[in-house]
C-alpha cells in the first residue's frame, strides 16, 4: 500500500490523524488497508463501527442477525427511529457508507453460529464483539483464537462497562483463561433485565474503537494482559492483570475445547448491551 497516493479530499478528511506523528500518512494508509469485523451492531457495535468508519478502516464488517427496535434506540445510536423495523446491518450499513465511502462494508445479516463463522472471522485483521449475549460471546472468541485473529472484546451492565484484547497464540491469556464458561443460566442479569445507561455502553464501545485502531496502528498499550474496568457512578478506570491460565479449557496443558462449541442460545441469559 506505500504506493497509495492520497486524494486532496483524504488529505483533508484525514488531516488531524495525519497530523498525530504517532498516525501520520503512513498509519493512515495502513488504517485504509486494514479491516475490522465488528459482531453486533447494538449498543457496543454502534460506536464502535461509527468511530472505525470516520477513521478509515478501510474493510468493514458488521454482523448481526436482528432488526432495529424501538427500545434500542436509546443506545444503539447508528441506528435512527426510521430505521425501525429494518435490518440492524442495512441500517448500520447506511450510515457508515454516508459518513465515508473509503470503507467497503461486509453485512452479514445471519446469526452467526458453529456452522458459519468461522467463514465470516477468516480474514479480518480484528474482531471487536459487542454481542448480547454469552453463547456468541464464547463463540467469537473461540473462532478468534482458533483463527488467530486478535479480538477486542467489550461488555457493559447498568452503569459498569469492562473492556479486553485478546491476542492470538500461546503466551497470550486468551478469553477463557478469564472466564473459562459461560455462567449458569439466571446467574448474570441482561440488560433486558437491570437496564443499562446509554451512555455508558457509547464509552465502552468507543473505547473498543480506540483499543482496535491502536492495534491496527501497532502503537501504544493494548489491554491484552489486562482487564480494563469503567464504573460511571464512581467515575473510576481500574484495571485487573490477566494472566495465561494453565488449566485453561481452551489454551491450557491440556484443553478440553478443540473445536467451536454451540451453547444453547434459548436458555442461555442475555448479559450485556
Ligand atoms: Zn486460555
Known amino acids: 500500500m506505500s504506493e497509495m497516493e492520497f486524494t486532496q479530499d483524504q488529505i483533508l478528511r484525514y488531516s488531524r490523524h495525519i497530523l498525530l506523528p504517532e498516525v501520520d500518512v503512513r498509519g493512515q494508509r495502513r488504517l485504509l488497508s486494514s479491516s475490522a469485523l465488528v459482531v453486533g451492531a447494538g449498543g457496543l457495535g454502534s460506536p464502535a463501527l461509527l468511530y472505525l468508519a470516520a477513521a478509515g478502516v478501510g474493510r468493514l464488517g458488521v454482523a448481526d442477525g436482528d432488526a432495529v427496535e424501538l427500545s434500542n434506540l436509546q443506545r444503539q445510536i447508528i441506528h ?22 473509503d470503507c467497503e ?6 446469526r452467526l453460529g458453529a456452522d458459519n463463522i468461522r467463514q465470516v472471522v477468516r480474514g479480518y485483521d480484528v474482531v471487536l464483539d459487542g454481542s448480547d449475549n454469552f453463547p456468541t460471546r464464547f463463540l467469537v472468541a473461540d473462532c478468534c483464537r482458533f483463527e488467530g485473529v486478535p479480538l477486542v472484546s467489550a461488555a457493559v451492565l447498568r452503569f459498569e462497562g469492562q473492556l479486553m484484547t485478546v491476542l492470538p ?14 455462567p449458569p443460566p439466571g446467574l448474570v442479569p441482561s440488560c433486558r433485565q437491570a437496564g443499562v445507561l446509554g451512555a455508558v455502553v457509547g464509552v465502552m464501545g468507543t473505547l473498543q474503537a480506540t483499543e482496535a485502531l491502536k492495534l491496527l496502528l501497532g502503537i501504544g498499550e493494548l489491554l491484552s494482559e489486562r482487564l480494563l474496568v469503567y464504573d460511571a457512578l464512581e467515575n473510576g478506570f481500574r484495571t485487573a492483570k490477566r494472566t495465561p491460565d494453565p488449566d485453561c479449557p481452551l489454551c491450557g496443558a491440556a ?4 473445536d467451536l462449541v454451540e451453547y444453547d442460545v434459548a436458555c442461555a441469559i442475555e448479559p450485556q448491551v
Open 80 to 101: 435512527g427511529t426510521s430505521d425501525l423495523g429494518r435490518s440492524k446491518v442495512a441500517s448500520a450499513e447506511e450510515a457508515i457508507r454516508d459518513i465515508n465511502p
Open 105 to 110: 462494508v461486509q453485512a452479514f445479516a445471519e
Open 169 to 182: 497464540g500461546q503466551g497470550n491469556p486468551c478469553y477463557r483463561c478469564f472466564v473459562p464458561e459461560p
Open 255 to 258: 484443553p478440553r475445547i478443540t
